[in-house]
């Protein structure tokens, strides 16, 4: 089959710490309710989150049971979990001298077993790819730290589908967000704009013009209608064609990084966000309702009415993230 390197003309288109140890900082709900868990039962699904060397962790809810998920792999590139929780993906570095291997794994949560499995070798003949699970579980989006790789989208055995190189003959960045949107749309950043591109990814369309000095860490909520990213030092969120958008968290601090709830109906956010070494970022996870109102999420100061740390059963501090994060 005849690859499909796309160059994409966009439309421009409008209508579109202190973290103290007291039960009362600390507690994510309360007592226990009377069976037996430790978060409110309308908080579902599973935290997982990188956190130094103890690899990927992952955090039960509502139970707040919290237990390793992928060991500490400096091969590791990155991973993902599809919308349903029931596959994971790897993404590792395989390369051997002169040859720029890696390595994409489709797994079985459940028990394990190896649902799709290939070796990936992008034009830039990068070593630092990465891949995320379209909603349908039938492709992936591959970005790459090499310019000329651009985006990549791939069948999930591998099979190319197509490539997006840049943006009106600008290319793509590497650290610009790339998303996966409803039906196989993608959602990217791209300088001071927010784009979406449908299938077959030849062209798009302009979600929103960004006029602010600092934003980052766009996240879309599984349903596809709303988006969430850091601007300045605070989270906002927005509606899908960039309309409503509203500052949702505070503190004397800076939040970042947040995720959605598999159901939209909460945020985790990254709260006193902070960087560690030239490369390295950490923060203490939150939940906050997504409701559209104003949450303190301070480390020092009270916090809002609705605020909930994330605290794994049986321990007495915030979780702490370093590296990816994602609510599935």
Same mark, same amino acid.
């Given at each position: 089959? !005849?690859?499909?390197? #796309?160059?994409?003309?966009?439309?421009?288109?409008?209508?579109?710490?202190?973290? /103290?140890?007291? @039960?009362? =900082?600390?507690?994510?709900?309360?007592?226990?309710?009377?069976?037996?868990?430790?978060?409110?039962? #309308?908080?579902?699904?599973?935290?997982?989150? $990188?956190?130094?060397?103890?690899?990927?962790?992952?955090?039960?809810?509502?139970?707040?049971?919290?237990?390793?998920?992928?060991? %500490?792999?400096? !091969?590791?590139?990155?991973? %993902?979990?599809?919308?349903?929780? !029931?596959? !994971?993906?790897?993404?590792?570095?395989?390369?051997?001298?002169?040859?720029?291997?890696?390595?994409?794994?489709?797994?079985?949560?459940?028990?394990?077993?190896?649902?799709?499995?290939?070796?990936?070798?992008?034009?830039?003949?990068?070593?630092?790819? @990465?891949?995320?699970?379209?909603?349908?579980?039938?492709?992936?989006?591959?970005?790459?730290?090499?310019?000329?790789?651009?985006?990549?989208?791939?069948?999930?055995?591998?099979?190319?589908?197509?490539?997006?190189? $840049?943006?009106?003959?600008?290319?793509?960045?590497?650290?610009?967000?790339?998303?996966?949107?409803?039906? =196989?749309?993608?959602?990217?950043?791209?300088? @001071?704009?927010?784009?979406?591109?449908?299938?077959?990814?030849?062209?798009?369309?302009?979600? @929103?013009?960004?006029?602010?000095?600092?934003? $980052?860490?766009?996240?879309?909520?599984?349903?596809?209608?709303?988006?969430?990213?850091?601007?300045?030092?605070?989270?906002?969120?927005?509606?899908? %064609?960039?309309?409503?958008?509203?500052?949702?968290?505070?503190?004397?601090?800076?939040?970042?990084?947040?995720?959605?709830?598999? $159901?939209?109906?909460?945020?985790?956010?990254?709260?006193?966000?902070?960087?560690?070494?030239?490369?390295?970022?950490?923060?203490?996870?939150?939940?906050?309702?997504?409701?559209?109102?104003?949450?303190?999420?301070?480390?020092?100061?009270?916090?809002?009415? /609705?605020?909930?740390?994330?605290?794994?059963?049986?321990?007495?501090?915030?979780?702490?993230?370093?590296?990816?994060?994602?609510?599935?």
């Amino acid at each position: 089959m !005849k690859k499909l390197t #796309t160059h994409l003309f966009i439309a421009i288109c409008f209508f579109l710490l202190l973290i /103290g140890c007291s @039960k009362e =900082n600390n507690d994510p709900g309360g007592d226990e309710n009377p069976d037996g868990m430790l978060y409110p039962a #309308t908080l579902k699904g599973t935290i997982y989150y $990188d956190w130094a060397t103890e690899g990927i962790l992952k955090i039960s809810l509502p139970d707040g049971t919290g237990s390793s998920f992928i060991p %500490d792999d400096s !091969k590791l590139n990155n991973f %993902d979990i599809s919308r349903d929780g !029931k596959l !994971k993906l790897t993404v590792v570095n395989a390369s051997t001298l002169g040859q720029y291997d890696i390595r994409f794994t489709i797994s079985d949560i459940s028990n394990g077993s190896i649902v799709e499995e290939f070796i990936y070798n992008g034009p830039g003949l990068s070593a630092y790819c @990465k891949g995320y699970l379209s909603p349908d579980n039938s492709l992936i989006l591959v970005t790459s730290n090499e310019k000329e790789d651009g985006l990549t989208v791939l069948k999930r055995n591998g099979e190319f589908v197509a490539r997006i190189v $840049d943006i009106n003959g600008e290319r793509l960045g590497f650290n610009e967000a790339r998303l996966w949107l409803p039906n =196989n749309n993608i959602v990217i950043t791209h300088g @001071k704009y927010i784009i979406r591109i449908a299938p077959p990814y030849t062209s798009g369309t302009l979600i @929103k013009e960004m006029d602010y000095e600092n934003w $980052d860490e766009l996240t879309v909520n599984q349903a596809g209608t709303q988006l969430a990213l850091q601007i300045a030092n605070h989270i906002y969120t927005m509606d899908i %064609d960039g309309s409503n958008l509203k500052q949702v968290t505070t503190s004397n601090f800076k939040e970042s990084v947040p995720q959605f709830s598999p $159901d939209g109906k909460h945020l985790l956010v990254g709260s006193e966000y902070k960087q560690t070494g030239p490369f390295g970022y950490m923060w203490y996870m939150k939940i906050i309702p997504n409701d559209g109102k104003q949450y303190n999420v301070d480390p020092i100061e009270p916090n809002s009415p /609705g605020v909930i740390p994330v605290v794994v059963r049986g321990e007495d501090r915030i979780a702490a993230a370093g590296g990816q994060m994602m609510w599935r």
